[in-house]
């Protein structure tokens, strides 16, 4: 073998390793990159699938003047309240609400909301929670104002309620917002017991008032409210009340001792 020819091989075998070394370096490369890549991708992935956690909330709702021991049928709706707020502020489209995958749940003897939901959405609602923390003084001033406010329209109702009842001379009690209305009523106004009007109530607010004794008066159609203790009928309000005998009682606001009394029954199905 020539000079020539021994360094040809020498370099073509040189050649060979140097492609080799390249190309496993590659193949390394690419084999840790493709590992570190799906497993951060992968982590990633799992990061963004909905989990199960407790966030505390007892101090919350305690430090404003909720009972955290009460579910979510509660009265004061402490926990119904505090769930709202988190689905309408924390990533509104990803809750069960709207199809998306996270729930919400309350463990009130855990003093805590069990929340399904991703890392992200976690992490905001613990933020969340953080700043309404901050907030508790302000919170529970307001609810001790809506507390005095609350008892001081209770204590006037009941002497509204008190006077009504010395005047027509037996027990009345206050109406409720959801008192049922629907129907038609026969009105007198007290104190004399003859039927001058015809309330008839429908579902949906609507009211016709009718004169029972001047027939070419036309039929009133307008509309009516109802609230606690009151009624809002054609533009007026009226303190509502009810008797043991299921007559309705509606007196004029200003003038409970000696202002008009309309006392209406309900009508006989003929």
Same mark, same amino acid.
């Given at each position: 073998m020539s000079v020539k020819t021994s360094k040809k091989f020498r370099f073509s075998i040189a050649l060979i390793l140097f492609l080799v070394a390249c190309v496993a370096g590659l193949l390394g490369g690419y084999r840790l990159g493709f590992d570190q890549g799906y497993a951060s991708g992968n982590a990633k992935w799992e990061a963004e699938q909905p989990y199960p956690m407790a966030h505390p909330v007892g101090d919350l709702l305690r430090q404003t003047a909720i009972d955290p021991t009460k579910n979510i049928d509660s009265p004061d709706l402490g926990w119904e309240s505090l769930i709202r707020v988190i689905q309408t502020t924390v990533a509104p489209q990803e809750w069960d609400l709207l199809g998306g995958p996270c729930t919400v749940a309350t463990a009130?003897? %855990? =003093?805590? +909301? $069990?929340?399904?939901?991703?890392s992200d959405t976690h992490q905001a609602i613990a933020n969340l929670l953080t700043d309404l923390e901050t907030l508790k003084p302000a919170i529970a001033k307001e609810q001790e104002v809506l507390r005095q406010q609350r008892a001081a329209a209770a204590a006037y109702r009941a002497e509204q309620m008190a006077t009504l009842s010395e005047?027509? *001379?037996?027990? $009345? =009690? %206050?109406i409720q917002s959801r008192f049922n209305l629907n129907g038609e009523w026969n009105v007198a106004v007290a104190p004399s017991k003859i039927v001058t009007l015809s309330y008839r109530f429908q579902m949906e607010g609507a009211l016709s008032i009718e004169s029972l004794i001047d027939s070419k008066s036309p039929a009133i159609d307008t509309w009516y409210m109802v609230a606690a *203790?009151? +009624?809002v009928m054609n533009g007026k309000a009226y303190i509502a009340a009810t008797t043991q005998l299921g007559e309705l009682v509606l007196a004029d606001p200003q003038n409970i001792e000696n202002g008009v009394l309309q006392i209406a029954t309900p009508a006989k199905s003929p």
């Open positions: 009130p003897f %855990a =003093e805590s +909301l $069990v929340v399904n939901a991703t005047r027509i *001379g037996h027990p $009345v =009690e %206050a *203790g009151s +009624l």
